[in-house]
């Protein structure tokens, strides 16, 4: 554990009463650890690993026990032409249009823009990102195609009928396949990139019509002495988050 994940860990998850449930503490454990990680070694996860967590991210919950989502995993070879599609879908002037499966968002305002910002501003920084680079930008951006070095990506879908249910079930699935994947240190990032090229996406698997694509999750071991991997997001206190009603 880096110096860096300890110090996430004491600021926000391990101020807690002695008294509280171990689970809480292993739980809050792994949260603190899991990062979006933007630069990843070339080692592949072995497959018995990745059954494992997977079998765990099963588990979520979902509307009426629907199970909104299903995966295509890429590995080897796979995932090297897997790339090079993305990276040719998104350098092309087509490829600029963004084609989403679901509706991106009208805009970021208020606190959620000052978030975005700066979290952008915290990477850029990292990886020596000057502030108007363009090129440079647009360089760290392309990275989103070549999954950041990972030698696995997931795409997660739902059924275009479940709509909105659908979309929240895979979120809370994308959220469980990444502690999960923790547990066995395995590091991923999710990525809403990958679901902005869609048609290449789904050219690609031969994803059927009546699937909508959410996200990307590409995963693998991530690599400790990358820029990239130098800091972690903030997060809020509760009381900003929550309105407390008790009459």
Not at 36 to 44: I, K, V
Not at 157 to 171: E, H, K, N, P, Q
């Amino acid at each position: 554990m880096t110096e860096l994940t300890k110090s996430v860990e004491k600021k926000y998850f391990f101020d807690r009463p002695e008294d509280e449930p171990k689970d809480a503490h292993i739980f809050a454990g792994l949260l603190g650890r899991r990062y979006s990680c933007r630069g990843f070694l070339p080692e592949p996860v072995p497959q018995k690993t990745i059954d494992s967590f997977l079998r765990i991210a099963q588990l979520t919950a979902s509307w009426c026990n629907s199970q909104a989502w299903q995966l295509y995993i890429t590995s080897g070879n796979a995932t090297r032409r897997f790339s090079e599609a993305l990276m040719a879908a998104a350098t092309s002037p087509e490829g600029q249009s963004l084609e989403t499966d679901f509706p991106r968002p009208a805009r970021y305002s208020g606190r959620y823009q000052e978030r975005r910002r700066e979290t952008g501003w915290q990477l850029y920084e990292a990886v020596g990102v000057a502030h108007g680079d363009r090129e440079a930008s647009g360089r760290q951006t392309l990275e989103n195609f070549r999954f950041f070095g990972a030698p696995h990506v997931a795409v997660i879908t739902s059924d275009r009928d479940l709509g909105v249910y659908g979309a929240v079930d895979c979120g809370s699935y994308v959220a469980n396949f990444m502690t999960a994947a923790q547990c066995f240190g395995v590091d991923t990032i999710a990525q809403a990139a990958i679901a902005m090229q869609s048609d290449t996406v789904r050219q690609f698997f031969d994803i059927p019509d009546d699937r909508r694509i959410v996200c990307g999750i590409s995963f693998g071991y991530g690599d400790p002495d990358h820029p990239a991997n130098s800091f972690r997001t903030r997060r809020d206190d509760i009381d900003e988050i929550v309105t407390w009603v008790s009459e």
